[in-house]
């Protein structure tokens, strides 16, 4: 599994995605998409007038109580008023195909790791146009593919994926 390569840290997922919720955060820290100090990181940016007193905990941990991310997440997870989340990895398909294709020069394969994301997912339908060993869809340009298609495609795949979040309003 390659997700330790991509660790996220709060203030980038904050950033791009201010509107997770608990349980979404918690199936990120689970699979090590985000650690401890990220965790706790977001919570910070997070923080409201309204902040639950876990929350106000969770954003103001010192690094020897990291012990207590998992807990209080849990704690904010079940007292959370929003419903449970039907996908809670889709928001992370979305976050480290972000983060990959912005930091993409920074590894030697970026369409390798796509396709170990692709993998480590389940296999989501919607990542399936920017697979290398994936058949490209027919088009006027005809069957073959190119990298720069890819990146391209990769592109448009982000977009839909921003998109569909801001059709449930999760970015309101």
Sequence with gaps: MLMKKLLL????????????????????????????KG????????????SSQEAIELASLLLEEKYLVSNLLESLVNKE?????EEPAKPWVFLLLSFLF???????DSLGIVGELYADFDYPVEISSIIRYM????????PE???GKLFEKWKEVIL???VFFEQQNRFT
């Design 9 to 36: 840290d709060g203030q980038y997922i904050h950033n791009k995605t201010p509107w997770l919720n608990w349980a979404e955060l918690l199936y990120g820290f689970e699979h090590g998409f985000i650690d401890e």
């Design 39 to 50: 965790v706790s990181d977001y919570a910070c940016e997070a923080l409201t007038t309204e």
């Design 81 to 85: 008023p929003s419903p449970k989340t």
């Design 102 to 108: 912005e930091h993409q020069d920074e590894y030697e």
């Design 135 to 142: 058949p490209p869809p027919e088009g006027p340009e005809g």
């Design 145 to 147: 593919g190119s990298e």
């Design 160 to 162: 839909t994926y921003k």
